[in-house]
């Protein structure tokens, strides 16, 4: 084959180069669904949120488990977070993937269950997964399916007969390690389950940490929180964005929010932080991750330095890191 511009491919070459990208995004695919969909970190914050006086607080953050029953090495991998002894446990949902997987999340989580925590419901504790078209998620708005009824009822029984805290459409104080903490959380908004109204208000100007939970952080949720005074809100949802670009990030972020919020650290509004966790877990009908490892997080939340209403937070850059458990 002859361009006439002295460059040619052959028949042969170009076999060979077929083959190359074939053998290249097997291997892409192998990585992504067989390694580093298994690949879990844990993810360290410093971040300094509390009043002036405070004592530090180690807060676990736990989202997208997305279980199955026979998904032994993340339970494994679950189980060990306990060793970690954080003062508090917050569970921003999306736990369950399949029918018979709370006795699974609930052994799991194990020693985590005894230690103070908080928690709010995702679509996928209501809902169980099922097929979808991957390019429905380049919409923000695209229509939501859901598959079959999961027992969301057994596992917050079970959550709650530990002496974890649900915080869906309800306001909760509790001190902990030290510190006064008012809690209030909101349903899915991913699927408009959410009414801040039931929890609108500011907190308790008495509490030395303002926490508010959501599963998906959708801005107008942000938003309410933020004109509230809260300090902080901890959501899930994104999975990190699951299949990222190196160099890029994320493609899309399955909510409203940027792609610069799609996981870890940041500030929204002037005075409130945002966490999104990466989550542990995917979807079975999407097993796979890319740049994105699966995560939970150990915040460290420390007094902010000078103290009183004025007291400068600057969270752009947290002390952050990601390593192996």
Partial sequence: MDSGSGTSVSASQLARLSAGAAGAAAAGLIYSTVIERNAFALRHVVAPLLEAGSSPLRVLHISDI????????????????????????????DNLAHPSAVPAVVQALGGLLSRPGLFVFGSNDYFGPKPKNPFKYFKKDHKRTHGEPLPWQDLRAAFTERGWLDATHAIREIEVAGVRIAAAGVDDPHIERDRYESVAGRPNPLAQLRLGLTHSPEPRVLDAFADDGYDLVMAGHTHGGQLCVPGYGAIVTNCHIDRSRVKGLSQWGADMALHVSAGLGTSPYAPARFSCRPE???LTLTPVAGGGDDADVDLRLPSLQSVPV
């Fill in 66 to 93: 997305h279980m199955t029953p026979h998904q032994h090495l993340k339970q494994a991998w679950i189980s060990e977070l306990d060793s970690l002894e954080p003062d508090l446990v917050v569970n921003t949902g």
């Fill in 296 to 298: 939970a997080t150990l």
